[in-house]
C-alpha cells in the first residue's frame, strides 16, 4: 500500500507550537484508523496519537504528549493534522503518520510507513 505523506516538521523552541500535516498523497485513507507515531535517535517508535478518520473520534494519546497535542482532520482534503503545543526538547524526532484497521499503540500494528517529518526542539 501506499504510504501516507507527512510535512510540516521543522526547528522551533521550546514552547512553540507547530502543526504536522499526514496527507493521503495518491490515495485515500482507506483504512479507519489513523495514527501517528514518533521515533527519537537511538530510541524505539512510539505512540503518539490516533483516532477514528472518518468519525474524528475515538481520540488516543501518549502520556507523553496528552494535554498537548491534539490530533484533527479536514476530510475534504484527506489530510489529518497532528498540532503540537508546549514543544520540549523531548519532543525531538522523526514524526509519521499511517492507518491501520484498529487503533492501537504498538508500531507492529501498522505496516506501511513513509519517509516522516524531521521535528527538532531546541532549548
Known amino acids: 500500500q501506499v504510504p501516507l505523506v507527512e510535512s510540516g516538521g521543522g526547528l522551533v523552541q521550546a514552547g512553540d507550537s507547530l502543526r504536522l500535516s499526514c496527507a493521503a498523497s495518491?490515495?485515500?485513507?482507506?483504512?479507519?484508523?489513523v495514527v501517528w507515531f514518533r521515533q527519537a535517535p537511538g530510541k524505539e517508535r512510539e505512540f503518539v496519537a490516533g483516532?477514528?478518520?472518518?468519525?474524528?473520534?475515538?481520540?488516543l494519546y501518549g502520556d507523553s504528549v496528552k494535554g498537548r497535542f491534539t490530533i484533527s482532520r479536514d476530510n475534504a482534503k484527506d489530510t489529518v493534522y497532528l498540532q503540537m503545543n508546549s514543544l520540549k526538547t523531548e519532543d525531538t524526532a522523526v514524526y509519521y503518520c499511517?492507518?491501520?484497521?484498529?487503533?492501537?499503540?504498538?508500531?507492529?500494528?501498522?505496516?506501511?510507513w513513509g519517509q516522516g517529518t524531521p521535528v527538532t526542539v531546541s532549548s
Open positions: 495518491g490515495r485515500t485513507f482507506s483504512r479507519p484508523f
Open positions: 499511517t492507518d491501520g484497521d484498529f487503533l492501537a499503540r504498538n508500531r507492529g500494528s501498522y505496516g506501511s
Open positions: 483516532f477514528h478518520f472518518s468519525s474524528g473520534t475515538s481520540r
